[in-house]
């Protein structure tokens, strides 16, 4: 069965420092990945999503996020983070017919100046 | 073009009452989504709409749970009677198409809190 893990509940960066936010999937064939952020008051938004090939994904607002098949990984990163990155991210993975996200937990992002 | 939205934001009812929730896909989008999030769980799904047929309700909680997609448009989820389990928020999203290639925009959320 698909599932999606986030180990971090929350995370506290600097303004300017780097970030790393942490998925993990558990999914039988070539997963279809995605990650999206939830801004206050907003909606799920789309950041990025890779479904094949090149494993370093670029996504909006300067994030990427890095698909490793041998770590069941697909972990989001930003060079450098500004404070209206502060928000909750939410990593997925969609079923097999596509029609069905399944969520990890959420990570919730503070960012302090 | 305006995005996916949900009616109301936020709800407090009182165990055992009924509360509807609305969700307005964007305009030609024929899959419509709900999913729940109970407060510190994951996303959950709860079903899918191709215009006003459920195509997968696997995800719906148990029978108090009554989704309606009526001429394929908008569509509502009613609680009834709404418990205190029942309590998060409720997404919905749509997409033009099935499958994964096909993005799903999400609303933000109707806070359902039961008390």
């Known amino acids: 069965a698909q599932s999606v893990t986030q180990p971090d509940i929350h995370i506290t960066v600097s303004e300017g420092a780097s970030l790393e936010l942490r998925c993990n999937y558990s999914?039988?064939?070539?997963?279809?990945l995605f990650w999206y952020v939830q801004s206050p008051g907003q909606g799920l938004q789309l950041l990025l999503k890779?479904?094949?090939?090149?494993?370093l994904v670029q996504g909006i607002k300067g994030f990427e996020a890095e698909f490793k098949r041998s770590q069941s990984s697909f972990n989001l990163r930003k060079p450098s983070v500004h404070w209206s990155d502060a928000a909750e991210y939410f990593c997925?993975?969609?079923?097999?017919?596509?029609?069905?996200?399944?969520f990890g937990t959420g990570t919730s992002l503070t960012v302090i100046p | 073009e305006a995005g996916v939205t949900q009616f109301p934001s936020h709800s407090v009812i009182e165990k055992g009452q009924t509360v509807t929730l609305r969700c307005d896909p964007i305009?030609?989008?024929?899959?419509l989504y709900w999913y729940r999030r109970v407060m510190g769980k994951e996303i959950k799904f709860l079903l899918h709409?191709?215009?006003?047929?459920?195509?997968?309700e696997s995800g719906m909680p148990n029978n108090r749970f009554l989704a309606e997609r009526t001429g394929g448009t908008y569509s509502t989820l009613k609680v009834q009677p709404a418990e205190l389990e029942d309590s998060g928020v409720y997404f919905c999203?749509?997409?033009?198409?099935?499958?994964?290639?096909?993005?799903?925009?999400f609303g933000q959320g109707t806070r359902l809190t039961v008390v």
């Open positions: 999203a749509s997409s033009q198409a099935q499958g994964a290639y096909t993005e799903a925009f």
């Open positions: 709409f191709v215009k006003e047929s459920k195509q997968d």
């Open positions: 999914y039988g064939a070539t997963p279809y």
């Open positions: 890779y479904f094949s090939g090149d494993t």
């Open positions: 305009s030609g989008h024929d899959n």
């Open positions: 997925a993975v969609v079923s097999n017919t596509g029609n069905q996200f399944y």
